[in-house]
């Protein structure tokens, strides 16, 4: 934890690269790749040019706020250093009276009308303009008219306010819009001094990535309205982790306050291998759900030794889960997705040791036909940027994976081709070619698939799990075409977010279900694992009928905590530390930014007392003994620790992977009816509707069709509909939607109470469904 | 005093040449016929640059040199751009140009097109000149009806059209590359340069942009011949070069005269009529309202682009802006000031903040709220401005200000230890009318 460095905004470069060539720094000769601009050859150099305008992730430079002008040799004037690439021999200067006279300037220009209201602005103590000010500005202002003004603040979005007044006008929020996210919806409006930021259609700004706006405002015209009026910059403590709300692994800074987490931002210092430092708008305003004190948190343990249900310290539940266990004649242990590396290492160790070889799975995807994918040479998301085609096959990054979808907008930017193949109208159709593949037919692409990327040089292939577990055909012939292909790679769009993880540690995700539903397990111990609202939830529910004792370690409570006989409270992912695997096979560190809630526990600490009371004490002390067992005892992770981690980052090595099965046989969809293509909402799942930040946009359960299909099916006018699949049935709104193809039935998954997971099969086989009108 | 009519080619036939017949009698279009049956592309090129011809918009970079600027061998097309946004106070050239002679300026344009192979050309017309557009509308389409525009033009192989396109009444968007930012239907901003327009410039292909004046001096060169016209004037400014005379005359309009060979005097006092009975001469913006002020003592200055420099301002657009003894400087200063603030696009820090700043200082001076420590403001700040941005709408701001307060500081000193500037001239001259 620790007080956060100024964001330093230039781009990284190695001067030492070999394309580098030699050039004259304030008389010092130095060297940068050439091509490079001046002001990140300068910084990587130590010495700051500074700028307000440029930033290398948006695009190329517009050299609007001239704060960067430099003197070079054989150029009239002074010129923009942020867009003059560095060239052999050149000669600069950013010291002389000229260029001081210039930085001076241009910032008593832009203090001139920007109101010093600094004390009372969220901005203060963290302020690029302030820091640069100090640092090359003027110390006093001339400037005695009174100053510009305009109502303030606005609210340019339910978590964002604007205050025009601040703005100096560096573009970085309108370019961000138009050019990364794409979204189009911040412009620029008037001119000259009435110049303004504004939506385009004068409604909220909307979007899936709008907070990284607040990140690039170097100034306090941005702020966030969650964070509004929280905390200051020397109150904070930062601590950099990792978001755990989707397996892209994006690197975040955790701002705490008192013991509170009060934000989540992107790094100062970003990742280039992840997320680049932007984040999308969960990742950084769901945290609120998952404070101590938020309603859904499960605050106390819960014994439930016949009714009614009793709150319990920790420690008389731990005593009483032990003994439940012990007492057990065939335990059996679950692990859930975002359980972390420790969590799930210990609770293995505890299913070997104590529990006597107890069966143990991952809540999650077998996949068996994932494996010759998953087996190719892999890529991280940071080499998007040089591929020259980027295929997403199945899915829908930009809703299940966001920063994904900013990563392959970048990588066309760069030039490469996009080709999107699936059932699902997704956001990234606008910059790709795309096939439309009927609900459950992905292999109908592989054909048109395989002539695009024979065309290209280095194309990485994007796939998603679900969807190619569901399709054992589609997935071998795809790895057929990756593998048959010298210069591609693939990259995993994961459903889980510690999947990665579980798998390199060597738990499957089956053997338990099938044993409760045979009434082998009598005691079921749940870390991190909610089987109730998972796919295959309907399956579960029969299981779990058979199973006398449920012990649930979870940091909310959810369908199996009030199911359970002891439920203990589990620190939650910004309390704790831990190892997740992002879906690129990155192990990554969380890192606490809050204190620890009241009356929880660090799962990797329950599990020990568990251990401990079952009489196989463990000998890790603390998550990091702890990784370091595993890292000593799993393959893939050999060789690592947590510093070796440190604050980006390792790739994993290889996951021994189970004989691939069920591969090229095309999977017939059980049942009847309409084929299920399940749908993810960015903001419908449990995580965005316990956060009031994203109230506003949250999204509910739903099955959408083609107005034809609802046509046919009688359904025009039903609001309601009971869907039913061989698996089970449930009552959804009925959404029409004509961007849709038809032949589909598009069930949102992840809406807290819905019931739609139980319309899907544990294993993800293809399912269809009938639809009739609800009353 | 030469006057020498070649670009206002109406003047000499004596009546508009709006009609294509006319025009065509009047000598139009053969130019066009002859270089498209004789000259290869090169060769044309070759006498834009021999010809010395400068861009008539306000910076006088020589046309040819910017048209050997595109790259010979580029995969994308290339694109003409005629620059009509003739938006610089006090110039109205252009406006006479495309008023009586558009068929000259639509001549010119195809010759400069085949010169640098572009098979399309855009006229970006200023969006004020509702009349101008329509003319030139006209033109457009009886150029195409009488094979001039359009495919194999002229009975060649080369084809070439031209789009008008109106713009929105910007000031900026005579800047180069604001133009094209608009013309590509976005907001209308200057581009970093470089990549110039040459290289990537309209749909970021090569593109050659040009005054309406520049374009329309074309034929004539053609016609004439690149020596004849490079005899004309002095080595470094050759040809003729139409000046609107504005402001304390007697007879204000457009005068086109050989580069070098009249003075700023004969200007003024001779073809623009002279002053009102009784006033005396007091200041001068010859090029425009972007171009450092000139006083009484600077009259003998030949009007080309050196001595003009030598002088210590621009011949810029030509247009020239006059003040006798009624006007007052500080209250001309604010005018501007004020013109400058509210045509600054906002992209640059030095002139959104600037221009705004600098109008305040003078709107305090004119209401009597002036320190003498305002002077030393402004001179700083004329440096903290001036030279920093990317286009030259800030230098533009501060170089008449800046000039003024040089040539003439005894009158700002006066106005802001007496509390109050003269009144304004057309008051002052309305009540001597009325008196």
Known sequence: MTRRAPRSDYARIDPAAPDAVSFELNGRVVTAPAGTMLVDAAWAHGIEIPIFCYEARIGAPIGACRMCLVAVDGLRGLTTACSTPVAAEMVVRTDTPEVRAAQDGVLELLLANHPLDCPVCDKGGECPLQDRTFRFGPGRSRFIEPKRHFPKPLELSPVIALDRERCIACFRCVRFSQDVAQDRNLAWQERGPRSQIATETGEPYEGRFTGNVIDLCPVGALTSIPYRFIARPWDVFNAPSVCHLCPVGCNTDLSMREGKLMRVTGRPEPNPAVEEGWLCDRGRFAHGGEAADAPARLKRAILREGSPARASDLEAAVVAAAWRL?????????????????????????????????????????????????????????????????????????????????????????????????????????????????????????????????????????????????????????????????????????????????????????????????????????????????????????????????????????????????????????????????????????????????????????????????????????????????????????????????????????????????????????????????????????????????????????????????????????????????????????????????????????????????????????????????? | MPELTLTLRHRRAGAPLRELGDYERAGGYAALKRALANLEADEVLYQLHRSGLRGRGGAGFPMGRKASFLPKDAPLRKYLVCNADESEPGTFKDREIMEMDPFELLEGMALAGYAIGAQRGYIYIRGEYNHHAEVLASAIVQARRGGYLGEEIARSRYSFDITLYRGAGAYICGEETALLESLEGKRGQPRLKPPFPAVAGLYASPTLINNVETLASVPTIIERGADWYAALGTEKSPGTKVFSVSGHVLRPGNYEVVLGETTLRELVFEMAGGLRPGRRFKACWPGGSSVPVLAEQHLDTPLDYESLNAAGTFLGSGGCIVMDDSGCIVRASLRLAHFYRHESCGKCTPCREGTGWLERILQRMVDGEGRMEDLALLEALFGRIGGKCLCALADGAVAPIQSALRLFRDEFVRVVEEGSPRPEPMVEAAVAAGA
């Open chain 1, 326 to 775: 012990d007492t057990a004649k065939a335990p059996a242990v679950l692990v859930g997705p975002d359980a972390t590396v420790e969590e799930a290492f210990l609770a293995q160790e505890l299913a070997a040791g104590p529990l006597g070889g107890a069966p143990l799975a991952r809540l999650g995807i077998p996949g068996a036909a994932l494996a010759p994918l998953r087996g190719l040479a892999g890529a991280q998301l940071g080499e998007l940027d040089a591929a020259d085609l980027v295929a997403v096959v199945g899915g829908d990054p930009a809703n299940q994976q966001p920063v994904v979808e900013l990563r392959v907008r970048k990588a066309r930017r760069r030039g490469a081709a996009v080709v999107v193949a699936g059932p699902r109208p997704t956001a990234l159709d606008a910059v790709a070619e795309v096939l439309r593949t009927a609900p459950g037919r992905l292999a109908e692409a592989m054909a048109a698939l395989g002539r695009l990327l024979e065309a290209a040089a280095a194309p990485i292939v994007l796939w998603d799990e679900a969807d190619l577990a569901a399709e054992p055909d589609a997935a071998a012939a795809l790895a057929r075409l990756v593998a048959a292909h010298p210069g591609a790679r693939q990259l995993e769009l994961a459903a889980d977010v510690n999947g990665a993880g579980l798998r390199a540690l060597g738990i499957p995700a089956e053997g338990v279900l099938e044993a409760a539903l045979e009434a082998r397990v009598d005691a079921l111990l749940c870390v991190h694992a909610d089987p109730l609202t998972a796919p295959g939830a309907a399956r579960w529910a029969r299981a779990l009928d058979r199973v006398a004792t449920v012990v649930a370690i979870a940091t909310h409570e959810s369908p199996i905590t009030r199911r359970a006989a002891v439920a203990l409270p589990a620190l939650s992912r910004y309390e704790d530390e831990g190892v997740l695997v992002s879906m690129a096979g990155r192990a990554q560190r969380l890192r606490p930014g809050a204190r620890p809630a009241d009356g929880a526990a660090a799962g990797w600490e329950i599990l020990a007392a568990l251990g401990h009371r079952l009489g196989a004490p463990v000998a890790h002390r603390s998550s990091r003994e702890a990784f370091e067992a595993a890292a000593s005892s799993r393959l893939a992770f050999t060789g690592l620790s947590y510093a070796s981690l440190g604050v980006s980052g390792q790739v994993i090595g290889p996951t021994p992977a189970p004989p691939p099965s069920g591969a090229g046989a095309p999977a017939e969809p059980a049942g009847e009816g309409l084929a299920l293509v399940a749908m993810t909402e960015m903001f419908g799942d449990a995580s965005a509707w316990r956060a009031g930040a994203l109230a506003a946009w949250r999204t509910g359960a739903a099955v959408s069709l083609n107005p034809a299909e609802a046509g046919r099916l009688g359904l025009v006018g039903a609001a309601r509909v009971e869907v039913a699949s061989p698996e089970g049935r449930c009552v959804l709104p009925l959404r029409i939607d004509a961007a849709l193809p038809e032949g589909g039935a598009f069930v949102a998954l992840g809406a807290p109470g819905s019931g739609a997971e139980a319309l899907l099969p544990p294993d993800r086989h293809a399912v269809r469904v009938t639809l009739t009108a609800a009353a």
